[in-house]
């Protein structure tokens, strides 16, 4: 066995050799390989908040089916989901930001070389369509690839990041089962959708069948989820 991690500040690295838990190698990849910061992403807010969606999904056990997770960012909810009891058939991952494909596709790497049950792809999630949407990603040796997939469920836990918002909500199809979050920081410069309340969020995303809406609050700020059927 050959081990080159040679950082001792490699928590991810070393948890694998304590665990053998491949998440933790993913991890330690995406950090070592891909130059991830995954600081944020795996700060105590966006755990607890993305912990939080897991276990209010999983009380409502839907068949969740493909998931389009959208500014999904370095799709660090994947393995939660994945993970989780609910239904899932495939989790697709879209974000503008070029460099997250690899990195999100590194922490799910078990699942990218499982029948591409996990693939993350570079697109501004305004352009997504949600049945038979036809997009370019790219295998892990760099060659591009054509897939095209139709979504079940929409995740987007990012809402205070999106310009036009209601353009993007706008265009889901009626029925789609939609897991949305957002907050109320908006001390930060990129939060430029953010909702005062959850009254303010739930005129933003309205839906035919309301399953969940709560707020959770944090340390830096109070975030909102709505789950429900468009
Ligand atoms: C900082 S991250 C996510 C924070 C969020 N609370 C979470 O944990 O999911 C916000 C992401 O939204 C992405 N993003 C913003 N606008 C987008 C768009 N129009 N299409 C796709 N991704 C977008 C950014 O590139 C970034 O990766």
């Known amino acids: 066995m050959t081990i080159n991690w040679t950082d001792d500040k490699d ?13 933790f190698s993913q991890l330690c990849n995406a950090v070592d390989n891909e130059g991830a910061d995954l600081s944020d992403a ?10 939080w969606l897991v276990s209010e999904l999983e009380k409502l ?20 989901l994945f993970e989780s009891s609910c239904i899932i058939d495939k989790i697709r991952s879209f974000d503008i930001d070029p460099l997250c494909e690899r990195v999100a596709e590194t922490i799910n790497k078990e699942k990218v070389k499982n029948n591409w049950q996990f693939k993350a792809a570079t697109v501004d999630i305004h352009n ?7 997009y370019e990603t790219h295998r892990y040796d760099g060659s591009k690839l054509q897939l095209t997939d139709s979504a079940n469920t929409i995740i987007n836990t990012s ?14 199809p009626s029925g789609k089962i939609v897991i949305l979050q957002t907050n109320n920081y908006f001390e930060i410069e ?6 005062n309340n959850l009254r303010e969020f739930r005129i933003q995303t ?25």
């Open 61 to 80: 056990n839907l068949d969740l089916g493909i998931i389009f997770l959208c500014a999904g960012w370095y799709a660090t909810l994947a393995p939660m």
């Open 206 to 230: 309205p839906m035919t069948t309301l399953l969940y809406e709560g707020e959770l609050v944090l340390d830096k700020y109070t975030r909102y989820m709505r789950i429900g059927i468009k």
């Open 42 to 51: 795996l700060s105590w807010g966006q755990l607890k908040s993305k912990r």
């Open 11 to 23: 928590t991810f690295g070393r948890m694998f050799v304590l665990t053998q838990n491949k998440l």
């Open 159 to 172: 809402c205070e990041h999106i310009q036009n918002f209601d353009v993007w909500y706008n265009k889901i």
């Open 190 to 195: 990129d939060h430029i959708n953010c909702s």
């Open 128 to 134: 997504l369509i949600y049945e038979n949407f036809k």
